[in-house]
C-alpha cells in the first residue's frame, strides 16, 4: 500500500507539471485579461520570477541527486565494494524524493549488497549514512536555498511540513510554494513600500547625515525626515 501511495504521488507530481506546461500560457493570458492593464506587466514579472525559481529548484534537486551518487560511487570504490555504480545510482535517483527517498534507496541498495556478501551490505549503509548527514544537513538546504533565495533553515522546515501534512507531494512542492509566497510578498507588499517611502523621501526632504535635515519649509537637528 505505501509503494502504491508513492507511486501515486510521483504520477501526480508529474500530471501537474505536465498541466501547467500545456496550460501556462492560457493561464497567463486569463490573468492579463482579468487584471488592468498598468498591472499586466507586473503580473507577467511575477509569472516568469516564480518559473525561474521553480526551473532553479528542479535543476538543484537534480544536482543534489548527482552529487549524493557521485560521493557514493566514489567511496564504495574506494573500499572495493562490487557494482559500486548500482548501488551509488540507486541511492542517487532516490535521494530526489524528500525525507523517505534517501532512506528507501539507502535501504534497498543496502539489501542488494548484502544478498552477495553481508559484509558488503555493511560497507553500503555505513557509506549511506554518513552521506545522507551531509546530505540532509547541508547540501540540501544550501542548494536550495541558494536556487530559491530563501534561508536554509526555512528549505528545512518546509521540506518537514509538507512531508508530514501531504506525504511526498507536500515534500516535493513545499520548496516551490515557500518560493512562490516569497517572490509575491517581495513583488506586491515589501517592493511597493519601498518604493512608497523612497518616493516620499525624494519629494519632501533632504537628508543629510552631518546633523540636519533640510526640507523647503523647515530644518531640524538630527537628521529627521520632515515632508512638505
Known amino acids: 500500500n505505501d509503494l502504491g501511495g508513492l507511486l501515486g504521488d510521483l504520477v501526480l507530481v508529474f500530471v501537474m507539471g505536465v498541466y501547467w506546461l500545456t496550460s501556462r500560457d492560457k493561464i497567463a493570458d486569463f490573468i492579463e485579461n482579468v487584471l488592468a492593464l498598468r498591472s499586466r506587466y507586473k503580473a507577467n514579472q511575477i509569472i516568469l520570477e516564480v518559473e525561474t525559481a521553480v526551473g532553479s529548484y528542479v535543476r538543484g534537486v537534480v544536482a543534489v541527486a548527482l552529487i549524493v551518487g557521485v560521493l557514493n560511487f566514489i567511496a564504495l570504490l574506494i573500499l572495493n565494494v562490487p557494482n559500486a555504480a548500482i548501488y551509488a545510482f540507486i541511492i542517487g535517483v532516490m535521494t530526489m524524493l524528500p525525507v523517505v527517498g534517501g532512506f528507501i534507496g539507502g535501504g534497498g541498495a543496502t539489501l542488494l549488497a548484502a544478498l552477495t556478501s553481508p559484509a558488503h551490505g555493511a560497507l553500503v549503509f555505513v557509506v549511506f549514512v554518513l552521506i545522507q548527514q551531509l546530505e540532509t544537513h547541508y547540501l540540501t538546504p544550501r542548494v536550495m536555498s541558494r536556487s530559491m533565495r530563501i534561508d536554509p533553515l526555512l528549505v528545512i522546515i518546509g521540506i518537514l511540513a509538507g512531508f508530514t501534512l501531504y506525504g511526498v507531494v507536500g515534500g516535493i512542492v513545499a520548496v516551490p510554494i515557500i518560493g ?31 546633523g540636519e535635515s533640510i526640507t523647503e519649509n523647515e530644518t531640524t537637528p538630527g537628521g529627521i525626515i520632515i515632508g512638505r
Open 180 to 210: 512562490t509566497i516569497t517572490i509575491l510578498l517581495r513583488s506586491l507588499v515589501i517592493e511597493p513600500q519601498v518604493e512608497k517611502v523612497a518616493n516620499k523621501i525624494e519629494g519632501g526632504a533632504v537628508i543629510l547625515n552631518t
